[in-house]
């Protein structure tokens, strides 16, 4: 792999072409997107390790280390290597999934709140994952399997509505806006008519959460989203082409329609894996392109940067739900304040214009 300046054409920002496989392969990576992108990194590694030494029983560095290296004392190890490292490392996993997904979304609706809790996924989750849970008083993996059928299924529905000879991002939004919806009322009263024991777990489940997640739950993820994010990768430089339209898109040989329809696939998958391990996280998906879009002082939104922004979004939140307020909560709590929070600054933002 080779990288050189770019000093021979101005693409008005500084880029670095970069080759691969003798030059078969090329492509130009934005100087500054790849300096955010180690910013990220390094605010994430930062608040990774106070993640890993943070707790009712704190740890130090040294200890820290010797843990992770498999020496030191049982109890720290334990702790270290079996309760923190894996929820720290979903936060991270399960964050870039939902900062691709959002992009995705975003990109091939062309609106900032083209994701998958808007066009309803989340609810469809939440939907499957009641029924498991009140009528067939399933488990944490049956519970996990209802909502990535509801979601799905949802997904698939609004998909079938909201096409027209092709799929419209502006269509797209509005029936996933309807349809989540009707089944936010459908899962209120299914939480309504339950008995409170039961409806107090679904309820959790529905805010998403990493309490009590571990090993068990971080392989499955990690090994699915190894296959996923790759193919997402691949197909960035055609969704990229296709924010200029379809017919620009057409004319530099992309299959628009079929293009269309596998990244929404890939990005339902990533959300649909999320969900199944944690839950329906809200509102990552949904800020995090946006940010990192601002940091980059990007045209478009951009697959790296808007998954490293989830990723420390999640984490963040991850942390400040169990320290912060002195009690542990569920991260989907400060996610939705982090999305509360993102909607009052858009709208103090476009007031002002």
């Known amino acids: 792999m080779t990288l050189r300046s770019s000093s021979s054409i101005d693409f008005g920002r500084r880029t670095i072409p970069v080759r ?3 030059g078969r392969v090329s492509f130009r990576l934005d100087g500054r ?11 994430a590694s930062f608040i990774t390790v106070a993640s890993l030494l943070s707790g009712k029983y704190p740890i130090t560095l040294p200890d820290t280390l010797h843990a992770l290296a498999g020496q030191g004392d049982d109890m ?12 720290v490392a979903l936060a991270l996993l399960l964050g870039c999934a939902l900062g691709m997904s959002g992009t995705i979304f975003q990109s091939l609706t062309r609106n900032p709140l083209g994701s998958p809790d808007i066009i309803g ?42 096409y027209r000879r092709g799929v419209q991002g ?46 068990e ?46 990244l929404m696939v890939l990005g339902v998958a990533l959300t649909a894996t999320v969900t199944a391990a944690a839950g329906p996280i809200s509102f990552i998906a949904l800020a995090a392109p946006q940010i990192a879009r601002r ?5 478009g939104v951009t697959l790296l940067p808007s998954a490293l922004t989830g990723a420390l979004l999640l984490l963040s939140a991850d942390w400040a739900a169990q320290h912060a307020f002195g009690v542990q ?25």
């Not at 720290?76 to 929820?87: C, D, T, Y």
Request: no cysteine; net charge positive; aromatic share 8%.
């Open 170 to 215: 502006f269509r797209l939004i509005i029936v996933g806006i309807g349809v989540a919806a009707m089944l936010s009322a459908f899962n209120a009263w299914m939480i309504r008519e339950a008995d409170l024991q039961v409806a107090m777990s679904a309820a959790v489940w529905g805010a998403g959460s990493l309490n009590g997640l571990g090993m």
């Open 329 to 353: 909560l569920p991260v989907g709590v400060m996610t939705v304040s982090i999305g509360g929070f993102y909607f009052l600054w858009l709208l103090i933002r476009e007031g002002r214009k």
């Open 295 to 299: 940091l980059t002082r990007s045209a």
């Open 20 to 22: 691969v496989l003798s």
């Open 76 to 87: 720290v190890r334990m702790i270290v290597v079996e309760w923190r490292l894996p929820r």
């Open 217 to 262: 739950q971080l392989l499955p993820a990690a090994i699915i989203l190894a296959f996923i994010m790759p193919m997402v990768s691949v197909l960035s430089r055609p969704l990229r082409q296709m924010e200029m339209g379809d017919d620009v898109a057409r004319a530099s040989g992309i299959n628009v329609d079929r293009t269309r329809l596998l």
């Open 33 to 43: 997107a790849l300096i955010i992108a180690v910013l990220l990194l390094a605010i």
């Open 121 to 162: 996924f989340s609810a469809g989750s939440y939907t499957g994952a009641l029924i498991v849970i009140l009528i067939y008083s399933g488990g944490y993996y049956a519970t996990a399997a209802g909502g990535l059928i509801g979601g799905i299924i949802t997904a698939s529905t609004v998909y079938l509505l909201a």
